[in-house]
């Protein structure tokens, strides 16, 4: 192939409890899915990428990686670390010359099995009234599609970003501009 010039990093798991129900097995689990990954995806990308004459790397991480949600502890500290890793990454790539931009999409709650699972656990009306409370949390009235990610992906993936690198794209339907 042509060489790699485009790294999307966007595994990622959820942990929902107390901090004191909190294990360090499982507080560690989400942080080598969420920031480890992160971390090899960038450390075995940018060389390659710096070699094939540039390119874009994308992390996701999330609207909890910008604030803090209760029971929320690893994913928040997780997200919060893919945040400050981008910009690291991109200083780096910056300073180097590597001609590898690095950014973040930050999504707000998406319509996605890791959601369906958040409020699986209840019967039907239960998890109807579950998902109305996440719509209502959004100011935009509804919960985010995984095109609303994709849209934002391509754009950091695509030339007409080339002038962006160490941000964030917040994807979140307004929730974080509510305070």
């Known amino acids: 192939f042509g060489g790699l010039h485009i790294l999307l990093n966007g595994a990622g798991i959820e942990l929902v409890a107390k901090i004191v129900d909190t294990s360090l097995a499982d507080f560690q689990k989400v942080m080598a899915v969420n920031l480890d990954g992160v971390f090899l995806g960038i450390k075995h990308a940018m ?15 999330s609207i909890a990686g910008l604030r803090g949600y209760m029971r929320q502890i690893a994913y928040c500290g997780s997200k919060g670390g893919v945040c400050l890793m981008t910009k690291a990454a991109a200083m780096e790539a ?10 973040s999409v930050h999504p707000g709650t998406i319509e996605t099995p890791m959601v369906e699972a958040l409020v699986a656990h209840r019967d039907a009306a239960g998890q109807k009234a579950a998902m109305e ?17 994709a849209n934002a992906i391509l754009f950091l993936a695509s030339d007409a970003s080339s002038f962006m ?14 305070g």
Do not use: C, F
């Open 165 to 178: 690198t160490g941000t964030e794209i917040v994807v979140d339907g307004g929730i974080t501009a509510t």
């Open 94 to 103: 910056a300073h180097y010359g590597y001609n590898v931009r690095v950014n």
């Open 47 to 61: 060389p390659a990428m710096r070699d094939s004459g540039g390119g874009s790397i994308i992390n996701i991480s």
């Open 133 to 149: 409370k996440m719509r209502q949390m959004h100011p935009i009235g509804r919960l985010g599609q995984p095109i609303d990610i």
